[in-house]
């Protein structure tokens, strides 16, 4: 079974930046075949994919994030990455990565990221 463990939230100033990480528990020839998303919930909102990156590292972005997010991946090392700059208070949510469409897993405990002053 597939297990996603992310890491590197934290609290950050407004204009900050963090990078996530995302490791993920298969092998590698199994990985490099999958297209992965990171996504996020904020309290009171539903899951949103933000960012997501095809097994050929095209990428897309939810248009609140484009420009100041950048999703890429190390195939060898089995891990989707989520590095984000500049920003805002409305980031504040808890990230989760999971594969996308047929590559979806079961969610893992995702990571809290606050931004705040």
Do not use: H
């Amino acid at each position: 079974q597939v297990q996603l463990v992310e890491s590197g939230g934290g609290l950050v100033q407004p204009g900050g930046s963090l990078r996530l990480s995302c490791a993920v528990s298969v092998s590698g020839s199994i990985f490099s075949i999958y297209n992965m998303g990171w996504y996020r919930q904020a309290p009171g909102n539903q899951r949103e994919l933000v960012a997501s990156i095809t097994n050929s590292g095209s990428t897309n972005y939810a248009e609140s994030v484009k420009g100041r997010f950048t999703i890429s991946r190390d195939n060898a090392k089995n891990t989707v990455y989520l590095q984000m700059n500049s920003l805002k208070p409305e980031d504040t949510a808890l990230y989760y990565c999971n594969g996308l469409g047929t590559y979806a897993a079961s969610w893992g405990q995702g990571t809290q990221v606050t931004v705040s002053s």
